[in-house]
């Protein structure tokens, strides 16, 4: 069993107090694939409709890698540069108290199958303000459903999951969670001939504890310019290259550097992509998009590059990005294959 409460708070679930969880909030946290954070809002309704959506993030870790879900966490708020959801200040404890052998009742008669390995521990600050830990292992009878709907815990949030992954589960088959990451570290004009560049890492991360991933395989390619390890700077702009192992934890890191000419960037009216693709052996393939505004660049601070990227989706499955671009067997075989439709 993993001692999720130790890693995330230093203390066992038995030992925790309400003060813990309110000190642990006196900084920003974001939520993780074995970890989400719940409110209790009156926006969500009454306590039964709040105890849907723990339910929920149950099934979820269930399903994962197992985790906490944090009951009476504060509000999130979105970062206004990443996107991010993050969890800060003052809780919004739930306003009611159930003993543990109901809370514990009412998810094991919601989930089917019949649930294992679930935890709770309730912090009692007033009658009106109680927090509720919940510890959940993974579960070795997964996939579990609640309310006819099979959840996983992708990305950091608890979602639908994919077919994939429910068959997966059926056959017992399990994927090791792989992420790619691009860190954008600076950029500058170099002279003779009159060039920009962009200075990149690009981190493989594998957030599975217990399994490795074998031959992990990345390519990077962007829209303007080349990759200086290229051996000849013509398109695609693509660099390609494979891990031969992926450890838990410990991220690979490659740095690159893209190179363009000033006339490039006008052609394109300074606009750029920049994408990561990564799979593995056993993983399904995702990919992180950034777009690039090359207006943004200010060569007097050339360390700062908080303007120079607009927007990102990182590490969306490639299976689902194919299904928002609208992409289906039919036309990806016909643009391949050169046909007429």
Avoid at 158 to 166: E, G, L, M, N
Avoid at 180 to 194: D, M, R, T, V
Avoid at 229 to 236: D, G, I, K, L, T
């Amino acid at each position: 069993m993993i001692n999720f409460s130790h890693v995330t708070f230093g203390k066992n679930l038995i030992d925790l107090t309400y003060q813990d969880i309110a000190e642990y909030f006196q900084e920003y946290h974001i939520e993780s694939n074995n970890i989400e954070f719940k409110a209790f809002s009156a926006e969500y309704g009454n306590y039964n409709r709040n105890f849907r959506g723990i339910i929920r993030a149950i099934c979820g870790l269930l399903n994962s890698d197992g985790g906490m879900v944090i009951w009476g966490a504060p509000l999130g708020v979105n970062d206004d540069e990443t996107g991010e959801k993050k969890f800060k200040g003052d809780l919004a404890p739930v306003p009611e108290y159930k003993e543990k052998d109901v809370i514990i009742s009412k998810v094991s008669d919601s989930i089917s199958p019949l649930p294992i390995g679930i935890n709770v521990q309730i912090l009692r600050h007033t009658d009106n303000k109680n927090l509720y830990i919940f510890e959940v292992q993974p579960s070795p009878y997964k996939p579990h459903q609640y309310e006819n709907i099979y959840l996983v815990r992708l990305d950091g949030q608890t979602k639908p999951a994919p077919h994939y992954f429910i068959e997966a589960l059926f056959r017992r088959i399990t994927f090791p969670n792989i992420e790619g990451y691009i860190k954008f570290n600076k950029f500058g004009l170099l002279q003779n001939p009159s060039r920009y560049y962009i200075d990149i890492t690009i981190l493989l991360f594998n957030f599975s504890r217990l399994q490795n991933e074998e031959n992990v395989i990345y390519r990077l390619s962007t829209t303007i310019g080349f990759f200086v390890s290229q051996s000849q700077a013509q398109e695609p702009y693509n660099y390609t290259a494979i891990e031969p192992l992926l450890h838990y934890g410990t991220p690979m890191m490659n740095n690159q550097r893209i190179m363009f000419n000033p006339a490039q960037a006008q052609q394109r009216n300074f606009n750029a992509a920049v994408t990561l693709s990564i799979g593995g052996k056993k993983s399904p393939v995702k990919t992180s998009d950034y777009s690039l505004n090359l207006q943004g660049i200010d060569l007097d601070n050339s360390g700062n590059t908080s303007n120079l990227v607009t927007s990102y989706t990182e590490n969306e499955l490639l299976s689902d990005k194919q299904d928002r671009l609208g992409t289906t067997r039919e036309n990806t075989l016909l643009a391949i294959l050169g046909r007429n439709p």
